[in-house]
């Protein structure tokens, strides 16, 4: 029988890559995003492969959150996997000059949206004592580097939260891990650098980075593995990165 996944930010990047590496490998799928239009091509897109939904919510708002996965159809109701995906960067600042607009978005979408998500669909997981759940966080959840202050602090959230969703869940038989990518190349900072797509280009410039289809196919081993194995912590750099201050540029 086909698996079900749900993924959160799947209209982009990393999300929209796993979708479609998902539906190829025959696993139905929930779309989330506040995309609408984008949910919709994507919808058309896979179907061709897969069983698809979507749901269009803001992962900040708790009420949405709920509402949109108690509306699920029978056939999409039970997930086996979750992938913690949506989230972004707003702003490179320093603490003293960082925008308070900024931080909020960051702990909320990056944190509080992962933990609605998680609290609306863990129950059926425990219930049933199976389930899959990977939560994307990044090397900015394993180091800070200058003007990375909030967003590396809303990754390392990330990083606890993994950690204490596998402590919670073990008596369960739910597997939980992380992946935790170093520079992709996705609208991560069109969305951080607020649209300036110089800026944002530049961020890629001069080595390769990783590609979202990298880390689908990652994402994609991860939760093929035989029930025995959990990959529990992942970590995953372009060559050219060593660290996230130390990118051998060109
Ligand atoms: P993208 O900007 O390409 O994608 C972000 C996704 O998150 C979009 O689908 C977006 O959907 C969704 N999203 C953002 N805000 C909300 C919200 N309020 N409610 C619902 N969905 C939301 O970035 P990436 O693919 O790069 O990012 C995916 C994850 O990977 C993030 O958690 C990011 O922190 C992490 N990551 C990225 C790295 C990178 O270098 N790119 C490296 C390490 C980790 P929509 O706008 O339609 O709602
Ligand atoms: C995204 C990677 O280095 O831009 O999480 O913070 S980085």
Redesign the pocket.
Known sequence: MKKTAFI?????????ATAINFALNGINLVL????QE?LDVLKEELSKEVNVHTLN????DKDSVQKAISSLPKDFAKIDILIN?????HGLDTIQEGSIDDWDAML???VK?LLYVSKALIPQMVERKSGHIIN?????GKEVYPKGNVYCAS?HAVDAINQGMRIDLNPFGIRVGAV????????????RFKGDENRAENVYKGFE??K?EDIAEIIHFVVTRPYHVNIADLVVMPTAQASSTIVNKS
């Open positions: 959160t930010g799947a209209t982009s990047g990393i999300g929209k989330c995003g506040r995309r984008r919510f803001d992962i900040r995906n949506a989230g972004n960067a909320d979408i990056n949206g994307i966080g990044s090397t900015a990754k935790n990518p170093g520079l992709v190349e996705t609208e991560f900072s069109n969305v980075p990783l979202p």
